[in-house]
């Protein structure tokens, strides 16, 4: 007969939850970066050296595209420019859905 005292012991839901809250209140003090991207373009170097001022760069983007948002490079939701107090802001309109893991998650480098 096997001893019972060796038997691994289950965590039940509310002991993972209060162990999760414990990790995220690790985690909630470190710094990420935010930035917002409105657009790319490519360009050959030429044309980039050849760029004054009054030279306009057409980007990828529509004016009514939402815009990516990143934290420490990850995109992480979309958004669009508000003014906050004469300062740019950005509303999130939507969150990136993570239910596809990280395969569906864009990094930037």
Do not use: C, W, Y
Not at 18 to 34: E, I, K, P, T
Not at 61 to 89: C, H, M, Y
């Amino acid at each position: 007969m096997s001893d019972m005292s060796e038997t691994p012991k289950v965590e039940t839901a509310t002991e993972i939850n209060a162990s999760f809250d414990q990790n995220l209140d690790l985690l909630s003090g470190v710094s990420v970066r935010l930035s917002v991207e409105v657009g790319s373009a490519s360009l050959k170097l030429s044309e980039l050296l050849s760029l004054t001022k009054g030279h306009v760069v057409e980007l990828d983007r529509q004016t009514s595209d939402p815009l990516d948002i990143f934290a420490n490079g990850t995109l992480i939701a979309k958004g669009e420019i508000v003014n906050v107090d004469g300062r740019f802001g950005i509303r999130v309109l939507e969150v990136v859905n993570n239910d596809r893991g990280l395969a569906g998650i864009e990094r930037r480098t």
